[in-house]
């Protein structure tokens, strides 16, 4: 029979380092919270059970735990920390919430690690059980830049491991080490339930400190290990801003590393940011500047950038983005957007369609092969195939009170300085001319205008606006003509 795993995630710290509003693990890297990034990684060794331990702001840690409950598809069991009494305390709380007949192996992790992947996780899990006798505790050990305030790992001239020495208990000689614990373990849950027990606050916190347990487990007589992981960033813990930063920076790295092994051509990694959900095709091209969020989707021998913010977009095979921004829209194949566009909810440009310079979309559909070439605002409208819409138009959807929908058919050509006051419909084939107001619908294949004749009213302006720079320079001119028209008056009163 399989060796059956559960896994819990440490999330009832206070975090007041953060000095924020929000839990500490409920802050996000690369589109996800910290405690959704353990939770992941956990699922990624497909555990019996998952466990969280709450306590600090429970609702807002337990709604979040849900969601991504819901989002994996699968049941996360909360444990109520109802006082922070040390790890070894959290873990007896999460001991609670696990059937008494489990008698598998028990990962422990911490949801503000969220460099920590699924592939570390199995890999200690491996070497748990990889060991001729079989382990009651293996701890995942690393050598950081900088040892200040971890537990140190305390071998023997062997190299076999003793115990965790916490740094606030550590003598001179024990602070020395450098090797230390990365607060993730593997534990035989039999051996764990009984150590449990035994913990003690004796100790410069007064906690019940959950590396006790390895010592405790190794002086009874069961083996302990530890597993030394070369990439330390992996389980670097984040405390403030300044860790979330840099954890943020290294998450990125490893992500652009992922997506670039898999075929994807960044041209700067250093501005280039990209989200842990976001997928890419291959041959696809990211110019500098450019950030992929959310749930973002780009198809292959997509170009986007430079300068471009994608939240939760859609892009087809081979079209082109460029310095645009844009959320929850979807672009067609070979379609072509921006530069300085804005593409808000709702937003569907069709295979080959084109989006220009400044416009501006909001829940509309814009046909396939059809353009919206420049300077135009489109929203809460339909518009058809092989559609061409003039410079500077407006799509007056909002009447003040509620939003109306315009639809523009196939095959249709609209002028520069179009007013559509929707609900207006114009049919296929249809033309409007430059600075039309349309309110009513447009018969296919007609012509539409709504200004007469142009009308010049002479001299309005010196009569109106008297002593403005406009009407001065009127005067000169007129001057200049009354002056020419005298001239050629006495030249001909000669002849």
Same mark, same amino acid.
């Given at each position: 029979m399989p060796q059956q795993t559960a896994v819990v995630v440490l999330a009832a710290g206070a975090g007041t380092r953060m000095r924020s509003k929000t839990p500490k693990v409920l802050h996000s890297l690369a589109g996800r919270s910290m405690l959704a990034h353990a939770l992941h990684a956990a699922n990624e060794i497909d555990p019996a059970y998952l466990i969280t331990v709450i306590g600090h702001d429970r609702e807002q840690v337990g709604a979040a735990m849900n969601s991504?409950?819901?989002e994996l598809n699968r049941e996360i069991i909360a444990a109520v920390q109802e006082e922070q009494l040390g790890t070894g305390h959290a873990v007896q709380c999460a001991l609670s919430a696990l059937p008494d007949d489990f008698t598998g192996d028990l990962l422990v992790t911490s949801a503000d690690v969220p460099l920590l992947d699924g592939h570390t996780l199995s890999a200690l899990l491996s070497d748990h059980r990889s060991y001729p006798e079989r382990s009651a505790v293996t701890v995942l050990t690393f050598v950081p830049d900088d040892a200040n305030g971890y537990g140190r790992i305390v071998r023997d001239a062997d190299g076999r491991m003793l115990e965790i020495?916490?740094? %606030?208990?550590?003598?001179?000689?024990?602070?020395?080490?450098?090797?230390?614990?990365?607060?993730?373990?593997?534990?035989?849950?039999?051996?764990?339930?009984?150590?449990?027990?035994?913990?003690?606050?004796?100790?410069?916190?007064?906690e019940l400190y959950l590396t006790d347990?390895?010592?405790?487990?190794?002086?009874?007589?069961?083996?302990?290990?530890?597993? /030394?992981?070369?990439?330390?960033n992996k389980v670097t813990g984040v405390n403030d801003r300044v860790q979330m930063a840099s954890a943020a920076r290294t998450l990125n790295r490893y992500i652009l590393e992922r997506h670039m092994r898999a075929g994807v051509t960044v041209i700067d990694p250093a501005s280039t940011w990209i989200d842990a959900e976001v997928r890419i095709g291959?041959?696809?091209?990211? /110019?500098?500047?450019?950030?992929?969020?959310?749930?973002t989707v780009v198809g292959e021998d997509a170009e986007v950038g430079p300068d471009s913010t994608l939240t939760d977009v859609v892009i087809g095979d081979g079209a082109r983005v460029v310095r645009t921004h844009g959320e929850g829209a979807t672009i067609g194949?070979? %379609? +072509?957007i921006g530069p300085f566009a804005y593409l808000r909810p709702g937003t569907i440009v069709g295979d080959s369609g084109k989006l220009g310079a400044f416009?501006?979309?909001?829940?509309?559909?814009?046909?396939?092969?059809?353009?919206?070439?420049?300077?135009?605002?489109?929203?809460?409208? +339909?518009?058809?195939?092989?559609?061409?819409?003039?410079?500077?138009?407006?799509?007056?959807?909002?009447?003040?009170?509620?939003k109306h929908h315009t639809v523009i058919g196939s095959h249709v050509r609209t002028g520069s300085?179009?007013?559509?006051?929707?609900?207006?419909?114009?049919g296929d084939g249809a033309y409007t001319g430059a600075g039309t107001v349309l309110r009513r619908n447009v018969p296919p294949g007609a012509l539409a205008v709504s200004g007469g004749a142009q009308r010049n009213i002479d001299g309005w302006v010196q009569r109106?606006?008297?002593? +403005?720079? %406009?009407?001065?320079?009127?005067?000169?001119?007129?001057?200049?003509?009354?002056?020419?028209?005298? +001239?050629?008056?006495?030249?001909?009163?000669?002849?």
């Open positions: 991504v409950a819901a020495v916490e740094h %606030a208990d550590a003598t001179p000689e024990q602070a020395a080490i450098s090797e230390v614990n990365s607060g993730v373990y593997v534990f035989d849950v039999t051996v764990l339930r009984t150590m449990v027990g035994r913990l003690t606050t004796a100790n410069a916190q007064h347990v390895l010592k405790l487990a190794r002086e009874a007589g069961n083996p302990v290990h530890g597993a /030394r992981l070369v990439d330390a291959r041959d696809v091209v990211l /110019r500098p500047g450019v950030q992929l969020l959310g749930a194949p070979g %379609a +072509t416009v501006e979309s909001k829940n509309a559909t814009i046909g396939a092969h059809s353009k919206v070439p420049h300077l135009t605002y489109v929203g809460d409208a +339909t518009i058809g195939e092989y559609t061409n819409i003039g410079a500077s138009s407006v799509f007056v959807n909002y009447d003040g009170v509620h300085d179009n007013m559509f006051v929707a609900p207006v419909t114009v109106n606006r008297p002593g +403005t720079a %406009a009407a001065q320079a009127a005067e000169a001119i007129a001057a200049t003509d009354r002056a020419s028209q005298a +001239t050629e008056q006495k030249d001909g009163n000669r002849e």
